[in-house]
């Protein structure tokens, strides 16, 4: 009995200390020169969009963090994510014109999309491998959002319920605490 133990963990280990080490190519890792040095280009990562709404708030410690509220590609519902946006972080308008991660503001309506791998926390957390504007979101608006999320308790996930111009320069925006199980609150805001 002690003999086929032996012989069976003998054959383990050989197995298992013989076996090869592959990458996602198929290359076997430490090979020779002819495998290529890991890149950080984004562009190689499948990414998935993920999550369509507005932004919340804006950090930059170190990397820019950017809380949305919105609703998921592939389901409905609201939901809160905190993307962190890298320096191969993709930003651009849905028109297809470049930015700049510093150009992105709260209040803007965007889509962020990701490479599938979130936490699971309240809010959930996320590298943001592209970020989208919407390109036909009017600036007063933008505005409107970013002004009555000022007037609201800070750090809190608020969602963008409805914006309505009440007049040429007055906005009404309903935010919704995700955090709360309440009645969205109305703010207006003059501009």
Not at 86 to 109: I, Q, R, S
Not at 112 to 136: M, R
Not at 150 to 179: I, Q, R
């Amino acid at each position: 009995m002690k003999l086929k133990f032996f012989a069976m963990l003998s054959c383990f280990l050989l197995l298992f200390g013989c076996g090869t080490a592959n990458d996602n190519d198929g290359n076997q890792n430490g090979t020779g020169s002819d495998t290529a040095p890991p890149t950080d280009n984004t562009e190689d990562e499948e990414a998935v969009e993920d999550l369509t709404g507005h932004i919340i708030s804006i950090s930059n410690e170190g990397n820019m963090r950017i809380l949305v509220t919105g609703s998921h590609a592939n389901s409905s519902g609201v939901s809160a994510t905190m993307y962190t946006l890298e320096e191969g972080t993709k930003v651009e308008n849905t028109d297809g014109k470049g930015m700049e991660a510093a150009d992105l503001k709260v209040g803007m309506k965007v889509t962020v999309w990701n490479t599938g791998i979130v936490a699971e926390s309240f809010p959930a957390q996320s590298g943001a491998l592209k970020v989208v504007v919407d390109a036909g979101q009017d600036g007063n608006e933008q505005a409107a959002i970013e002004k009555a999320l000022g007037e609201v308790k800070a750090g809190d996930p608020w969602h963008v319920e409805a914006v309505e111009k009440v007049e040429d320069s007055k906005y009404k925006v309903a935010l919704k605490n995700l955090l709360e199980d309440s009645e969205p609150v109305e703010v207006e805001v003059q501009l």
